[in-house]
């Protein structure tokens, strides 16, 4: 069966769905120092470009959602755009981060080039008409508790707002209490809204009420849905995610991502039959 068409979505220089080559969203969970947050972007750009894959790089300002007053946040608005404006800007990567509060799309759209909406919060209208008018391009993360074929209206309400594309990233359904279970037939679910959909396949095992995760699981989900056909794969990073001070037992270690990044490369192009 041939995969639904998509409406590509154009961000800075890559395209996301539209049956091109496959892209990666990636980077830390939260933004720690300006210095690693390079240093790690700098890393992803080369394998990406080792294994002909596109980059779209992810780090947060802020984690509004920790389960924990006394956890570790991240720097704040402004001192973490001015780091993703430098990742920008220096290494010519196109950037993306997640926003909670309607009031942070305007000045965060000003740095990056997609805006991110968080899974718990996507059904918050405010929240997704306030990224649609920046204009900019935005990715939708599928709330734990939606199925696919509900997400329709909050689609809608991005793009009737002014966004110049929308994403659609999958990260799993809750599974009972504390497990998140990924559902392969979700991504054809909706591409069949005409949207391009991205994996998380580090979100996907994580285990939210104990800050916990299983990431040895996370590269053979990323593997079988590029197999399923979506257009993009998630994947939070690090040096040594054993320390980092955020989701650090669901991030994939980043000297462990180039040989994955050649392996999904080479599943998109059979599945979608793209020149890499």
């Known amino acids: 069966m041939a995969l639904p068409v998509t409406r590509p979505v154009t961000v800075g220089p890559c395209r996301i769905g539209g049956g091109g080559p496959l892209v990666l969203i990636a ?11 390079l240093q790690i972007a700098g890393t992803l750009k080369d394998l990406c470009a080792q294994a002909g894959i596109s980059l779209i790089f992810k780090a947060s300002f802020d984690k509004a959602n920790r389960t924990h007053l006394g956890s570790f946040r991240g720097p704040g608005l402004d001192p973490g755009l001015e780091t993703l404006g430098r990742v920008r800007a220096e290494l010519g990567v196109p950037v993306t981060t997640d926003v909670h509060l309607p009031e942070q799309a305007a000045p965060a759209a000003q740095v990056v080039d997609l805006l991110q909406v968080p899974a718990m919060l996507c059904r918050q209208t405010d929240l997704l008409v306030a990224c649609g008018r920046t204009g900019l391009p935005v990715n939708l993360k599928k709330g734990q508790f939606m199925a696919p074929w509900d997400l329709g209206p909050a689609v809608a309400k991005v793009a009737q707002a002014g966004a110049t594309g929308v994403v659609v ?10 497990c998140l279970v990924a559902d392969l037939r979700t991504p054809g679910v909706i591409r069949r809204q005409g949207v391009p959909v991205v994996f998380d396949a580090t979100h996907a095992v994580k285990l939210p009420p104990k800050e916990s995760g299983q990431r040895a699981h996370a590269p053979a989900l990323a593997r079988a849905a590029v197999a399923a056909g979506v ?6 990073v ?5 320390h980092a001070l955020s989701d650090g037992p669901n991030m994939l270690a980043l000297d462990t991502v ?3 990044l050649l392996t999904l490369a080479a599943i998109h192009q059979l599945v979608h039959g793209d020149t890499p």
């Open 27 to 37: 980077g830390p969970c939260v933004i720690e120092s300006q210095d690693l947050t």
């Open 169 to 178: 990233t999958e990260r799993g359904t809750t599974f009972g209490y504390d």
């Open 231 to 236: 257009d993009a794969v998630f994947l939070e």
């Open 238 to 242: 690090h040096p040594d995610p054993d």
């Open 258 to 260: 180039g040989p994955l």
